[in-house]
């Protein structure tokens, strides 16, 4: 079992930028990926940004590209989401996801079932 807690949300202006922290504990050594997901008022859980311990690849939904940037410190045992030019769309509570297994196909990084262990999330507000 991995414990995730997820720090860093907050209340930020549209075009604002703020970094979320994801610190794993536990049987962090079966960790192969870490994800991040969020969820809006209303709507379902969608991926967001994972990145692999080992190599550092990382996988970032649409909605992500070009303003997100996901990092992990493996000597830390953290994963780290850089959001930039936020926008109010942006506005969910984040949650960091650990995944045992391989991304073995590419799609498994966004599925919530390729993931064993989550952290009860940090919330996200972006005002316009």
């Known amino acids: 079992q991995v414990q995730l807690v997820e720090s860093g949300g907050g209340l930020v202006q549209a075009g604002g930028s703020l970094r979320l922290s994801c610190a794993a504990s536990?049987?962090?050594?079966?960790?192969?990926?870490m994800g991040w997901f969020r969820q809006a008022p209303g709507k379902e859980r969608e991926f967001v940004a994972a990145?692999?311990?080992?190599?550092?690849?990382?996988y970032y939904a649409d909605s992500a590209k070009g303003r997100f940037t996901i990092s992990r410190d493996n000597a830390k045992n953290i994963v780290y989401l850089q959001m930039n030019s936020l926008k109010p769309e942006d506005t969910a509570v984040y949650y960091c996801?650990?995944?045992?297994?391989?991304?073995?196909?590419?799609?498994?990084?966004?599925?919530?079932?390729?993931?064993?262990?989550w952290g009860q999330g940090t919330q996200l507000t972006v005002s316009s």
């Open positions: 996801a650990a995944g045992r297994r391989r991304y073995y196909m590419d799609y498994l990084v966004g599925l919530e079932t390729s993931y064993d262990d």
């Open positions: 990145i692999t311990w080992s190599t550092g690849k990382t």
């Open positions: 536990g049987r962090t050594f079966s960790n192969y990926g």
